[in-house]
Nanobody, 123 residues
Framework: DVQLQASGGGLVQAGGSLRLSCGASGFTFDDYAIGWFRQAPGKEREGVSCISSSDGSTYYADSVKGRFTISSDNAKNTAYLQMNSLKPEDTAFYYC????????????????WGQGTLVTVSS
């Protein structure tokens, strides 16, 4: 079965950096696209970085563009979310998710989900 596990969250001061990891198993890593999502208390889940359904390019939410970067290490079956210049409003549970590249159908619509990791950014 497809298994995803996000890790690397923690407490960081505003302006600091964190790198989240998403370990993947149970599927051919290269056949899937990995996206990152977050959900803050009282708010709906939002896509942080997803694969565009229109052209396959990487989408970043306006709120994180220029600060967050997604990457992967195929040899380790691991995806990463590098978060720089963190702001208090970035505080949220962060989740990684996967979708078959050939089944990408809409922006930030993913099929398989991992457990969240909490990122807390202090003022």
């Amino acid at each position: 079965d497809v298994q995803l596990q996000a890790s690397g969250g923690g407490l960081v001061q505003a302006g600091g950096s964190l790198r989240l990891s998403c370990g993947a198993s149970g599927f051919t890593f290269d056949d899937y696209a990995i996206g990152w999502f977050r959900q803050a208390p009282g708010k709906e889940r939002e896509g942080v970085s997803c694969i565009s359904s229109s052209d396959g390019s990487t989408y970043y939410a306006d709120s994180v563009k220029g600060r967050f970067t997604i990457s992967s290490d195929n040899a380790k079956n691991t995806a990463y979310l590098q978060m720089n210049s963190l702001k208090p409003e970035d505080t949220a549970f962060y989740y990684c998710a996967a979708v078959l590249r050939l089944r990408i159908r809409a922006l930030c619509e993913y099929d398989y989900w991992g457990q969240g990791t909490l990122v807390t950014v202090s003022s």
